[in-house]
């Protein structure tokens, strides 16, 4: 991915940001969860947004689904195997515009030593100042991807037909960001 001279390094507001999932239990209904640590780096060009680029990291270990023994059930050798794989990374190799506003990020995904290539479908917030004079950018990405593609396999069939976790897991992912320019000056 290019980074031409019009593009900047921004920083990621964790406070505005978020990591979240969700994936089918028992066919019927969803169970959704975040990963409450991540960071990274982003160099974005407002200007033009094709030429920008992403590289995030997150903590395994900090997913939460707000049920304790599932959670630990999720960190373990079973799925995410946090002991051994403690990072899920990835890294754009570039930037599509899609539409207006919008944009198709192809990168790579890695999830339990596993790294696939994922596009991310982003809609471009905007930019503007917040109140003490720092330039912003919001971003809303979605995707999903087949577990079994990363090596989690884990399952449990059910009588009634179908498994205990679906293989589809939907990522939402919203991010702020703050000019690190800008934001060192202010």
């Known amino acids: 991915m290019s980074t031409a001279q019009s593009t900047k390094p ?22 959704r969860g975040r990963f409450a640590k991540f960071s990274g780096s ?44 403690p990072e ?18 192809v990168g790579e995904l890695t999830i339990h030593g596993v790294t696939r290539e994922v596009p991310l479908e982003v809609e471009a ?22 577990r079994k593609d990363f090596g989690l396999k884990w399952n449990q069939a059910l009588e009634t037909g179908g498994v205990l976790v679906g293989e589809r897991v939907d990522i939402e992912i919203e991010l702020e960001a703050v000019n690190a320019a800008a934001e060192r000056a202010a």
């Open 10 to 31: 921004w920083n990621i507001d964790l406070a505005h940001s978020g990591v979240h999932f969700s994936v089918r239990h028992m066919v019927i209904s969803k169970v």
């Open 42 to 85: 982003l160099l974005l060009d407002p200007q033009d947004l094709t030429r920008s680029s992403v590289d995030i990291r997150i903590d395994a270990a900090s997913l939460d689904t707000g049920v304790a023994d599932r959670d630990a059930h999720l960190r373990s050798a079973d799925f995410l195997d946090v002991e051994k794989f």
């Open 88 to 105: 899920l990374a990835y890294k754009s190799q570039r930037v599509e515009k899609s539409g207006e506003d919008r944009y198709r990020v």
């Open 125 to 146: 917030g905007g930019v503007g100042k917040d109140p003490w004079g720092n330039e912003r950018a919001g971003f809303a990405a979605h995707a999903h991807v087949d």
